[in-house]
């Protein structure tokens, strides 16, 4: 299986900060690469595919970058509807498409 | 709109068995692959089974032999047929489209509301 790391599991930050989360696969996955987050009792959401590619009505503060094995998530000034907890997803032709455990962000 | 909607979830004995059933609507359902992926407190997001437009099928190690998914193209439907059900199979189980058409690469767009299941006596 890929293994999917990210860091940190969780970070404080205020509001307009600019927040960097990273990820890390076990083997090289190209650019096969999901970044989701998800707030409390909701279902995950979307925001980034194929590691760069921001998702329709996502906002731009948002974007995403790397290849091979190690991506990174930024957030260029954290805005309070932020605050939650952030995934990536391996979505490479292997199976299974495993997750990251979650950066979470608070304030 | 794109929406997907589970049902079906509940408190079912260990060694029980449980009927999941996901209604899409918004999309033409036969032209996408879909999944479930499930969510556990400890173990965080697990991709558990797939269902192409073929009607191919891919399970996760965990519930390989237990589980089955299926389709109903006429009613947008996708379903899970739960066997055998453990107490690690305690979480909430999201139905999710795969938002590609390029093959066995799956971005997860949108996700339905979640339903739980709780497996315990």
Redesign the interface.
């Known amino acids: 299986d890929i293994q999917m790391t990210q860091s940190p599991s969780s970070l404080s930050a205020s509001v307009g900060d600019r927040v960097t989360i990273t990820c890390r696969a076990s083997q090289n996955i190209r650019t096969?690469l999901?970044w989701?987050h998800q707030k409390p009792g909701?279902?995950?959401?979307?925001l980034i595919?194929?590691a760069s590619t921001l998702?329709s009505g996502v906002p731009s503060r948002f974007s995403g970058s790397g290849s091979g094995t190690d991506f990174t998530l930024t957030i260029s000034s954290l805005q309070p509807e932020d605050f939650a907890v952030y995934?990536c997803?391996h979505?490479?032709?292997t199976?299974?498409?495993?997750?990251?455990?979650?950066t979470k962000v608070e304030i | 709109e794109v929406q997907l909607v589970e049902s079906g979830g509940g408190l079912v004995q260990p060694g029980g068995s449980l009927r999941l059933s996901c209604a899409a609507s918004g999309f033409t359902f036969g032209n996408y692959d879909m999944h479930w992926v499930r969510q556990t407190t400890g173990k965080g997001l697990e991709w558990v089974s797939a269902i192409g437009t073929r009607a191919d099928t891919f399970y996760s190690d965990s519930v390989n032999g237990r589980f089955t998914i299926s389709r109903e193209n006429a009613k947008n439907s996708v379903y899970l047929q739960m066997n055998s059900l453990r107490a690690g199979d305690t979480a909430v189980y999201y139905c999710t489209r795969d938002s590609t058409t390029n093959g066995w690469r799956p971005t997860f767009d949108p996700w339905g509301q979640g339903t739980l299941v709780i497996v315990s006596s």
Do not use: I
Request: aromatic fraction near 30%.
């Open positions: 096969f999901n989701y909701k279902a995950p959401k979307l595919y194929s998702q995934y997803q979505s490479y032709n199976r299974p498409w495993t997750f990251g455990q979650g």
